[in-house]
């Protein structure tokens, strides 16, 4: 299949944050091709995406159900590939449904769905259409995050014994949704966001990442969530003790109220034999502590790298020292699920390399995660495995 | 008062680790000198600490009661003025009521008593006694959580609304105590430790560190604790969820298996105006957190300290860059201890600073955040103020 | 002008490091589209490119002077706007020369030439063409190196008194050049390199980064090169004292033989009011020391950016905590080489934030290091500003 | 010999700094008491001093010849063991060599003299008095310097090919010595200080680091000094190319008008095999770096450091994770110094563990550095290494 695959996107309109990243992600590596969207619902608002965008106004549709049907009509190499959603929560599930029925791979922002029951639909109708379906845990595309549990994986650190992972941002620490800053209205808006807030946007990502890392699954979970906020009217602060499936304890919190953090996504594992740590602020490191008191500092793109793991060299498109950070670990949820389409297109199994990027399992567990941290309210809650 | 106080001692014998650095701190700053001591309950043993601490073997004495009685006879100027008891926890409150009551000062490491009922009725004795009672929290000793205080105190960081504060250890990974190691056997024996084993050695100090940081105390509290090591008798790592008396959330963990950690309180406090984080592996730095996302480092002796907080500068030997640490922080209790016990000798009140060292009030306090978690298995539980 | 710009590209073929930088940097920001390249001299090389690239293999030259001569035969739109040459250094003149000629704006990687002669008569062939010419000097394309530029610009840090600038790598520690690796094959033969090795590749960033930050030019210049590997051609290390135009000293040194650093870029300057620092591969960062001993730390994306440097939030993509990095800063040099030849075509002036890229005055300046520094051989040797 | 050794002190009057750091870093492990002193050349100002040192006023002196000889005079036992001369440097000199003729240890702080001639002179004074002489280049006393010294004479970093050391600091950055700071003034004076100021007294520690770090000498320089402050009389600044013995390449730098430099010493040394990194102001860490590209951290205190190290483990006193600072450091040179006075007391041979502080011929080395970076002026001169 000698093209570059042709991508569609629902949202990421005029004020999105999200969307650019998406755009820029999705082509970085040179083998993808934005060439239609419904970027808004407001027909003229996604016609001028047009230009910016450097797309025919007839690509930008005015809705994303007339964006299936008209690209449904077109052939094969003139239609879209596949779409990417990056549309508020709430609307996760109709779209991404309709375009996964229509036949079309689906990359799919986070967290997936409003409820636990649409997540277990849109679960069903994945496995029922063959399509691939990436859920954008971006996080989990961090080089140094994929050595981490191969790290895990290999035994260095032992039987895992406690995890420590928080999310702390403090960008919401004033109203600023009053003031119609798009980025906040939708976030603490249950309307859009379902009923978590901080949890939801934030929590899902810790919780994926411990998940990822360690290869455990949280299985009970007692949560402390707050608004700190006045009239807010969702969670913007959360503690949470954690208990996994193997019996490790551990933390989980996240916050968009404490100043001074900015995006400080980080986690600690401890287990019998050693530990680790990583920070998605500086992404280059990896810090493996062993029993005898020393640290071994992974940096990106080093020979020890490749020693351990497969992945990390995979997701890693420089030399030693050259950084990479947000947008390439973004683009290698992107690689890695437009790989296994190319497979899919051309009829051949993907990869184990391919495949590692977070899919409709991961989604329903995120919901199902948000489901508990709401029912919590201080008390232990469990939360089904599977 | 134109002489160096005479400092004596209980426990601090030949296999102890904190007996010595009780020494070394008391001694640092020149006003006062080891002239006594019952180093252990075995007459002989603590005799052979005459020779290494150039002590006359008769101020070695074999019991702490010989020691009360001997010392109480000698005239003043030749007996000691204040006892430093370094006793595991289950001995305190004898040998500390016995010191009081015979009229001398104290100062005693924690936790303070082996329960509630101890603590409070130690307070009791303190305070008929009239005598200067320090407890060694030391690290509240090192200028920069003075600074950290201030800093709160002044309202830089507004009120104060999320407290991290952490103190995992890992040297406990192994059962040693089977080893006979002696700083382990003590720790895991709820005959020597009291009710809780990591909460009691490490939570109490992470607690006592965030309500002398943040000027709160600590109302209720959701503790989950385990016991990683097999057989052994107390919590060895344990995870809380707190809330503080004006309404802030916070976690408090602490552990003594955790791989890869030495010795590492760190806090985190995050306001409506700002944040600030301190720890103690680096305690050279303070960083604090301003809206505009800049973080201001304050740095161990500069100028910048002078202009807000008299109780670092005061707590600093040394100019910037020359940095001071464990001994010096430990030192600085002494320091405002004895200069109260010296106010007390001279009959003249001691000033603020002076009183800036932990006391029976906070004893009571960690006694009853040990009973606190010990009682909560995961359910939340009400610590009383005062 | 509502398309994207057409990008040709010399150099770059299958086993080239930087061709790749070049295309994803290009295009990350969505406005550029590779259209065409002579990728190899080896006709049949370069055409073995059109597959991963998604070209047309007419589009695959064989040589740079077909490539100018059919691109030229092309009508407007069709035919490139400007090419990228990341070739070896010793071929940069004609190349460039030809593209300029015919009337192509160009991008050049860098050192620019292979002697101070070519660079001179490179520039006066740029002046004469009227095109854009945009040399990578990439790692001024960093936000926190531009906000650091406008910190010492807006006197925050007084006049400059001293430099501390270093770029160590290690990679280049055993021969492996006679092990056939290109990327030591030619920066290890002074064919390819000119007269310097590590301070033509590595020494000439350190170089242009200096004086981009500091508004200052490297007046004098006491170098001591030295090669650690035995047989290698040029050299691989070096140390260098520096003077600059307004008298502050400084230190400048680099090397490929420091096993342990990667690509460890950095700056130190102080003033007469204060201080800064920034290294490569922690780049979200920018601390600035001020004279009551406080460090601020500014980072990446966050509102105090803002107050300062309208470049460093033009080069910012993301929010904050979000990091970018190596590509992103890479991608900044052409986002405003591309938007000044917009404004070319548009016939409207350049905006002094376009203007924000790395000249042929800067290609002028590093020729003139690299033969300092070859010349002075532990002697002082000045270096003509202009 | 079952008693403290018996300590006096020249210099260390009620304005002075180091004297203090001295008097902190004798008594710490307890075999030591401090007994008589020229705390000052005015004989009342000495006197003044008695209070608050708890001395009486007779051992106060009020000359050091007065002190020589009425010490002298006293029996064994009664009058001082050692001496510690902490007065400017200009009566270094004949202050040691009183002291040394009379038979006492002398412990003398850096640097030794105000010129070759007179440390050739103390050299022969001291191997003809056959007593112990101690120089408190007190950086090496660090337990990870110690390390790092063990590290390299293990082989683990290779053949050394490159060293970087550096040691700015900002406090003179105004002309504070016009203000009559005493810190300042004898600094900046050259009747005081001899023929540098920065050099002599910072880098003449990073020269001593270096070399001991190493163990290769310093054998040719080529030092760009400078004047900052304008009507200084020394260098407050300064930068030197520097060539070891066994031909590695190497930058000293140090400097007092560096705003944001504190007493910022650090070195990195990086050989065939790796490298290290060690910085003063973060003592506990040791940073070795391996060819992998993964960095080792060896921390304070901890089972590795055992592995490597016996003078590490011999400097440490407290566990791990439990800092020690630069009191302790200072301490390490008179505990083994001391130690060292001890066994000559006692007539047995010093242990290697027990010699292992700066001596004369370290002395000797520091003053040849000063007068090669004075006659340096930016052309490369020699340093004999013997």
């Not at 695959?5 to 990243?21: H, K, N």
């Not at 060439?35 to 910016?52: D, E, L, N, W, Y």
């Not at 079309?104 to 679960?123: I, Q």
């Not at 071994?296 to 050259?322: D, N, P, Q």
């Amino acid at each position: 299949m000698n093209r570059k695959l042709r991508m569609g996107m629902v949202g990421g309109g005029p004020e999105a944050f999200i969307g650019d990243v998406h755009r820029k992600a999705a082509v970085l590596d040179g083998g993808v091709e934005l060439v239609a969207g419904c970027f808004s619902q407001t027909p003229q608002k996604s016609k001028q995406m047009a230009a910016p965008l450097y797309l025919d106004e007839a690509s930008c549709y005015g809705s994303y159900k007339e964006m299936v049907e008209k690209e449904s009509a077109l052939p094969d190499g003139e239609r879209i590939d596949f779409v990417s959603i990056v549309t508020p929560n709430n609307s996760h599930f109709p779209i991404a449904t309709a375009f996964l029925e229509a036949g079309f791979h689906v990359v799919l922002d986070k967290p997936m769905t409003s409820s636990v029951e649409e997540a277990l639909a849109l679960r069903d109708t994945v496995k029922q259409s063959g399509k691939v379906f990436a859920l954008t845990h971006n996080y989990t595309g961090y080089p140094m995050v994929k050595l981490a549990r191969d790290v895990v994986k290999r035994g260095t650190i032992g039987k895992v014994l406690k995890v420590i992972v928080q999310y702390p941002q403090g960008w919401l620490i004033r109203p600023i949704e009053r003031d119609g800053v798009k980025q906040a209205v939708w976030r603490t808006d249950p309307k859009f966001s379902g009923a978590a807030g901080c949890m939801g946007d934030l929590g899902t990502h810790a919780a994926n990442l411990a998940e990822y890392v360690t290869g455990l699954r949280i299985a009970e979970i007692c949560a402390d969530l707050g608004t700190v906020v006045e009239g807010r009217k969702l969670d913007d602060d959360g503690n949470c003790l954690i208990h996994f499936d193997n019996g490790a304890r551990g933390l989980l919190f996240a916050s968009q109220v404490c100043i001074g953090e900015l995006n400080a996504l980080r986690i600690s594992v401890h287990g019998t034999e050693g530990g680790l740590r990583w920070r998605q602020e500086y992404p280059s490191d990896l810090h493996v502590f062993a029993e005898d008191g020393t640290i071994k500092t992974y940096r990106y793109g080093t020979a020890a790298i490749g020693e351990i793991s497969e992945a990390a060299v995979a997701a890693t498109r420089l030399l030693f020292g050259h950084p990479e950070a947000f947008f390439e670990a973004f683009a290698n949820i992107y690689k890695n699920a437009t790989d296994t389409m190319r497979a899919a297109i051309e009829g051949r199994e993907p990869t184990e390399l391919e495949l590692d990027f977070p899919d409709v399992d991961d989604g329903v567990r995120g919901m199902r995660f948000i489901e508990a941290v709401v029912e919590s309210n201080g008390q232990w809650v469990q939360i089904p495995t599977a």
